[in-house]
C-alpha cells in the first residue's frame, strides 16, 4: 500500500491538472492580495477616525467580507482538485491497461484501492492547509480577523473534509462508469449540492412566507443529503465566524455579520453524517472494485 500511495503522489505532481490550479491558485492569491488592501484601505479614506471602536467593527466586518468571499472561492478549487485527480482513478486505468499490468502482483485489491485514496486525499488535505492558511494570512494583514485558535482550527477542518469525501464518491463512481463519465457525473453532483446550499442561502435572505420557506427547506435538505460538502463550508464560516467570541468584543447591536447570511447553519449531527457518508462511499469502493473483472 505504500508503493501504491508513493506512486500515486508522483502521477499527481505530473498532472497537468494540479499544475493548472496552482498557477491558477498563484494567479488569484495575487489577487486576492490587492482586493483585501483596497477594501482594508476604503475606511480610512472615508476619514474615520484610527482609534474609533467603529473602525474597528469596520475592520472587522470587511475581514469577514474578505475571509468569506476567499473561502467560496477556496471551497470550489479544493472540491474540483478531489474530483479531477481521482475520477479516472479506476476506469482510466483500466482502458490504459495500467490495472492489467498491476493487479496480477501479490497485493490485495483493497490496499492497492486503499493506497490511492489516501494520495488523492493527503495531496488535497495540503492544498487546502496551503489555501486556507493564505487566505486567512493576507486578509489578517488587511483587516481584522477571528483569532481564536480553537476555531480557526476547527474551521479547518470543517474546510478540508470534502476532499476525503469527493476522492471516496470520485474513485466509487470510476468502479462504475467510464473516467469522461465520471468526470461529468461528479461535477454535476458537486453542482446540485452547491445548487441546494444555495437555495438555502437565498431563502434565509428573502422575506418568503413559511408555505415557500418550508418547501425550499425541504428540497435544500434532501440535496444536501446527497451531497453534504456546502453543507460543510456553510458549518466552516460559522464556526470560524464565532458570535459568542463577537458578543464579548463588540456592542449589542453592533454584529458586524448580520449581513453574511450562511442559511441554516448545519448541526453537528450533519457533520457526522458527512464523515460517515464518505466512509461508506470508500468502503462500496473497496468492496465493489475487488470484485471487479478487468
Known amino acids: 500500500m505504500t508503493v501504491i500511495f508513493g506512486m500515486t503522489w508522483r502521477e499527481m505532481t505530473r498532472k497537468r491538472v494540479v499544475l493548472l490550479t496552482l498557477l491558477l491558485t498563484v494567479v488569484f492569491l495575487i489577487a486576492f492580495w490587492f482586493i483585501a488592501r483596497t477594501i482594508a484601505t476604503a475606511g480610512i479614506t472615508a476619514g474615520l477616525d484610527p482609534d474609533s471602536p467603529e473602525l474597528l467593527i469596520e475592520r472587522f466586518t470587511r ?6 468571499l476567499g473561502y467560496f472561492f477556496g471551497a470550489f478549487v479544493v472540491a474540483f482538485l478531489a474530483i479531477f485527480t481521482s475520477f479516472s482513478a479506476i476506469a482510466g486505468e483500466a482502458e490504459q491497461g495500467v490495472l492489467q499490468a498491476m493487479l496480477p502482483r501479490p497485493l490485495p485489491r483493497w490496499q492497492w484501492y486503499l493506497g490511492r485514496w489516501l494520495g488523492y486525499v493527503t495531496m488535497g488535505i495540503l492544498y487546502a492547509f496551503l489555501l486556507y492558511a493564505a487566505i486567512f494570512l493576507i486578509t489578517w494583514q488587511h483587516a481584522a480577523v477571528p483569532r481564536d485558535a480553537a476555531s480557526l482550527f476547527q474551521a479547518f477542518l470543517l474546510f478540508a473534509m470534502p ?6 464518491v470520485s474513485m ?4 462504475w462508469l467510464s473516467a469522461l463519465g465520471n468526470g461529468v457525473w461528479m461535477t454535476m453532483l458537486y453542482g446540485a449540492g452547491w445548487l441546494g446550499g444555495m437555495i438555502e442561502k437565498v431563502g434565509a435572505q428573502l422575506p418568503l412566507g413559511t408555505d415557500v420557506i418550508q418547501p425550499l427547506s425541504k428540497v435544500s435538505g434532501l440535496i444536501s443529503l446527497l451531497m453534504p460538502v456546502d453543507g460543510l463550508q456553510r458549518k466552516m464560516l460559522a464556526v470560524l465566524f464565532d458570535y459568542r467570541s463577537l458578543g464579548a468584543l463588540l456592542p449589542v447591536g453592533a454584529n458586524p455579520m448580520n449581513q453574511f447570511a450562511f442559511g441554516q447553519v448545519p448541526s453537528t449531527s ?16 473497496m468492496w465493489r472494485f475487488s470484485r471487479k473483472d478487468f
Open 270 to 285: 450533519f457533520v457526522v453524517y458527512a464523515g460517515l457518508y464518505g466512509a461508506a462511499a470508500l468502503g462500496l469502493g
Open 163 to 168: 476532499v476525503p469525501i469527493l476522492a471516496a
Open 172 to 175: 466509487l463512481g470510476s468502479g
Open 63 to 68: 475581514g469577514a467580507f474578505l475571509l468569506t
